[in-house]
């Protein structure tokens, strides 16, 4: 079954396909670092204590870091089952 959920949900190694936004008022860097919906990427650190969320997008092998504010308002298709 397909779950909506943001970023900051997945656990590391975990891979998503990102569908829209939970919010109106995204900053402009998250679609400047290329976040934009049908983007395939997978988490590849969530750092404690609130940090960042580090991902990589699919074909890509820079990893991105966001604040953890920014990844939740960036919803997700899971694609791990």
């Not at 190694?13 to 679609?31: A, N």
């Not at 609130?50 to 991105?64: E, F, L, M, Q, T």
């Amino acid at each position: 079954m397909v779950q909506h959920k943001s970023i900051t949900s997945l656990k590391q190694g975990e891979t998503g396909t990102i569908i829209g936004y939970g919010s109106d008022s995204i900053p402009i860097k998250v679609y400047e670092m290329g976040l934009l919906p049908g983007v395939v990427l997978t988490m590849k650190r969530l750092l404690p204590f609130n940090g960042p969320v580090c991902v990589r997008i699919k074909d890509n092998p820079n990893a991105i870091a966001l604040r953890r504010s920014e990844a939740d308002l960036i919803l997700i298709e899971s694609l791990s089952i």
